[in-house]
């Protein structure tokens, strides 16, 4: 017989959940973090709840710049996404830049 010492597998953790337990480690209302990512309080909200589960790649990462994470953590809140996470660490970031005048 094999022991496995690793244990069960633990289950994974919802982009929700995440999401949630990160606003709150950093003590942040769903207002301040929506007005930090620029998105709307509704949202952030619908996010947390699980309501909303395809969320656009710009905005997982500007949540993930609002709450200042880490990159173990920002990947681990992209990995929640499952394949939509993949499609958001693929994409380049949204930059504005001023039109180029000729």
């Not at 909200?45 to 905005?59: F, I, N, V």
Request: glycine share 4%.
């Amino acid at each position: 017989m094999v022991n496995d010492s690793a244990g069960p597998a633990q289950k994974a953790i919802s982009f929700a959940a995440l999401l949630r337990d990160f606003r709150e480690a950093r003590s942040l209302t769903q207002r301040e973090l929506a007005t930090a990512a620029k998105v709307s309080v509704d949202a952030v909200s619908a996010l947390e709840r699980g309501r909303r589960t395809r969320p656009q790649p710009h905005t997982v990462r500007a949540l993930a710049t609002a709450l200042q994470l880490r990159d173990a953590d920002r990947m681990a809140l992209l990995s929640a996404l499952g394949r939509a996470g993949d499609v958001a660490l693929e994409m380049p970031s949204r930059k504005l830049t001023p039109p180029v005048v000729v």
